[in-house]
């Protein structure tokens, strides 16, 4: 027997009021947008996460309290996500010409693709459990809130950084 959850107890389950807004992304992104475009490797982007979320909290009113923390770290989540699809298509792009390079001599190896659609799939729903379990062990406390979001960026950062420098390998 499966168990139906309402919408409401499924709404539940997922932060709430972490959808950072428009002035956050637009006053603090260009902290993250220029750090980027400097790194010249993987330490320097590592670098320059938490340095977008950083600015907003010490700048905003209210920027750390939980509401303001949980708003701007979630505002460079959603910052880094927009690098995450850029450097996701960019690998695609690499690895699509690969296999079609080699499917000519040997199409059974060629699914460089298809691999790293399954393993970005797979690491969607690995981040999102993950930071479902964050946001979970604070139970009904505030800091869940603050969990979830930090627990996004530091995901999705990281994996931006690893596809970042897979697809450049193949450039």
Not at 7 to 18: E, G, N, R
Not at 62 to 83: F, H, K, P, V
Request: net charge negative; glycine share 8%.
């Amino acid at each position: 027997m499966f168990l139906r959850l309402s919408s409401f107890a499924a709404a539940a389950l997922v932060p709430i009021s972490l959808h950072a807004t428009e002035h956050e992304i637009e006053t603090y992104g260009t902290i993250l947008d220029t750090c980027y475009a400097a790194a010249t490797g993987p330490d320097d982007l590592k670098a320059c996460i938490g340095q977008m979320s950083g600015a907003c909290m010490e700048a905003e009113e209210g920027g750390y309290s939980t509401l303001g923390m949980s708003s701007c770290t979630n505002a460079e989540a959603q910052a880094w996500d927009r690098y995450l699809n850029l450097e996701y298509k960019a690998t695609v792009a690499g690895l699509r010409a690969m296999d079609t390079e080699e499917a000519a001599y040997f199409p059974e190896f060629a699914k460089r693709v298809e691999n790293l659609r399954t393993a970005q799939r797979a690491w969607i729903t690995f981040r999102d459990s993950e930071c479902g379990l964050a946001y979970a062990m604070w139970g009904s406390g505030s800091m869940r809130n603050i969990a979830w979001a930090s627990c996004q960026l530091e995901m999705t950062a990281t994996r931006t950084i690893e596809l970042k420098f897979l697809g450049e390998e193949m450039r």
